[in-house]
Nanobody
Framework: QVQLVESGGGLVQAGGSLRLSCAAS????????MGWYRQAPGKQRELVAR???????SYADSVKGRFTISRDNAKNTVYLQMNSLKPEDTAVYYC????????WGQGTQVTVSS
């Protein structure tokens, strides 16, 4: 089992920045993928960014150049630095961890006001 605890969400004005963190605990295999997904009201959950244990990253087109995902393997923590935030980034952001199984965090609300 893996437990994920997210932090860092909140309310910010358009153009502002936020940093999300997700700490994983439990039985963590060295090879895994961690990522951030988001779900806005009335929309499906979508991938925002993900990073492998080796450091390879991928991003949704909508956040490229604005968001940066990183991880600290020693702390089993993944981060999402979000800059130049837009109102359309408003959503609940979920941390995701995949190895032999898939795990989700409880979600953290990000609200960007115009």
């Amino acid at each position: 089992q893996v437990q994920l605890v997210e932090s860092g969400g909140g309310l910010v004005q358009a153009g502002g920045s936020l940093r999300l963190s997700c700490a994983a605990s439990g039985t963590i295999f060295s090879i895994n993928v961690m990522g951030w997904y988001r779900q806005a009201p009335g929309k499906q959950r979508e991938l925002v960014a993900r990073i492998t244990s080796g450091g390879s990253t991928s991003y949704a087109d909508s956040v490229k150049g604005r968001f940066t995902i990183s991880r600290d393997n020693a702390k089993n923590t993944v981060y999402l630095q979000m800059n130049s935030l837009k109102p359309e980034d408003t959503a609940v952001y979920y941390c995701n961890h995949k190895n032999t199984r898939e795990y989700w965090g409880q979600g953290t609300q990000v609200t960007v006001s115009s």
